[in-house]
């Protein structure tokens, strides 16, 4: 089980360096690849031009663009809601950007009240993610949106 109290203080850490969505997205993305194992992708989207645009991640290549409301990441979005999976090919409509994944957990992110990107963890083992995972992730998140700066 990760130590996401120490993950929180590292991307604190990281944030008074630089708290730019870049910069701060992509250690964030690495903090979650190192201190958790069964993953095969961490990263984010982020919202741009009404849809879900890739932004930093660790792991294979990935679709670039997602939808609200489709797949586990758009639903996540649209529902403003952590959507945690235990088996992605029972989800409708779940969007295969690796075939080796079998669950996954995406958690919102907001600026100014809206969601304004997503965080997407996805794992080769099916059930991967418990419920602790998801409030440490959570949190995870909430420290983020202090954190960060969403200027382009």
Known sequence: ?????IMKAQLLAFA?????????????????WESMEGLNWAGFYVVTG???????????TACIHIEK???VCGTAWASDETQLVP???????????DSASNSEIVVPLHSGGE????????SPLFDRFSAEDRAGLEAFA???EEAIVWKF
């Open 87 to 97: 088996d992605v090919h029972k989800f409708p409509g779940h969007i295969a950007c």
């Open 115 to 122: 969601v304004c990107a997503v965080l997407d963890i996805d």
């Open 16 to 32: 008074e360096e630089d708290p730019g969505f870049v910069p701060l997205l992509s250690n964030a993305s690495a903090l979650i």
């Open 50 to 60: 009404g849809r879900l645009v890739l932004g930093p991640f660790q792991g294979k």
């Open 1 to 5: 089980m990760p130590d996401f109290d």
């Open 142 to 144: 909430r420290a983020l």
């Open 69 to 71: 409301g489709k797949g």
